[in-house]
């Protein structure tokens, strides 16, 4: 038999340089998964997703091994128990071998720990509209009610959308060290949020959506700083003018405290961790409680509605 030729040096180094480039690639995909920065089922779908990705060359073997919680032990009984062999990799694994690694997977992924969202933004953006959309159409998320000294609005229930309550109430409140935050609100009124509520279920493992304005989401940020932050947008500048005049439950003098008062919190938007558009309440709703069980760093898209000269009453 003729010998076959040797590949040409070039493609050698070329083919080396690959492979140290593959090995190094599953390496920070193994250490993603022991940071716990990426899920396993993570690692595993883009696997599937793209034969030629690195995350389809790493073996089973290794994925498991770089779960903190499984030991060489674990990874060899489970992967007997799975019928895989240890050198198979990710992209080789058969369609009924997949299924059950997925529900091995899932059945060693921890539920995320719950987390306290807040929702902030200025004046008339739809603060409460879309809370109370949230409230009425996903009722596994628990949303916090806040104690106010203002009056009920029209339609305002105590108890369901605030606590309505008067200022040596309040004071009380604030003494007995009750409330997560406090804050005064457009120089006249305040509101607070009760702290027993909210550590009760996150205790439970609930999801709690906390609506407030802009001092009261920076002091849940110094209190919680593991709490995510969104802020909701007007489509315009324009559009929340228009909303906050045509509900005509404040003075007119009281109109201009609030929009002065909103110019500010739009320039401070870029303090939050996601931003939603609120162009219709129930999309925006949406687009909240997704953004509640979305990784670090998830954003929504924001026009950045900058007041203009002239557009707000005097």
Do not use: C
């Not at 027993?196 to 001092?215: H, N, Y």
Request: proline share 8%; glycine share 6%; charged share 25%.
């Amino acid at each position: 038999m003729t010998p076959r030729p040797a590949p040409p040096s070039v493609d050698r180094a070329a083919a080396s340089q690959a492979a140290v480039a593959a090995r190094r690639a599953r390496a920070a995909i193994k250490k993603d998964v022991s940071d716990r920065t990426r899920s396993p089922l993570e690692v595993a779908s883009a696997a599937w997703n793209d034969p030629a990705s690195p995350e389809a060359g790493l073996r089973v073997r290794e994925l498991l091994l770089s779960v903190p919680s499984l030991g060489p032990a674990k990874v060899d009984r489970a992967l007997g128990e799975l019928a895989i062999s240890e050198r198979k990799r990710l992209g080789g694994l058969g369609s009924r071998q997949r299924v059950r690694l997925t529900e091995y997977l899932i059945s060693r992924t921890p539920a995320p720990p719950a987390r306290l969202t807040v929702l902030a933004g200025p004046t008339a953006v739809g603060k409460g509209t879309v809370s109370s959309y949230i409230r009425e159409n996903y009722p596994d998320i628990q949303l916090s009610v806040s104690a106010t000294t203002r009056s009920p609005r029209p339609g305002e229930v105590d108890g369901v959308h605030y606590y309505f309550v008067n200022d040596d109430e309040f004071d009380r409140m604030i003494d007995g060290g009750e409330l997560l935050e406090w804050a005064t609100v457009h120089n006249s009124y305040r509101y607070g949020t009760p702290r027993a509520p909210i550590e009760q279920a996150l205790a439970a493992g609930r999801r709690v959506l906390l609506e407030i304005d802009l001092q009261g989401a920076r002091s849940v940020r110094r209190a919680m700083p593991e709490a995510k932050l969104i802020f909701l947008l007007p489509p315009t500048w324009e559009e929340l003018v228009r909303r906050l005049t045509g509900r005509g439950t404040e003075s007119a003098e009281e109109q201009q405290r609030r929009l002065d008062t909103a110019k500010v919190e739009l320039a401070a938007q870029d303090e939050f961790d996601a931003h939603v558009v609120n162009t219709d309440v129930g999309v925006a709703a949406r687009e909240v409680v997704e953004l509640m069980d979305a990784p670090a760093g998830a954003t929504a898209f924001r026009p950045n509605p900058t007041p203009t000269e002239g557009s707000a009453p005097r």
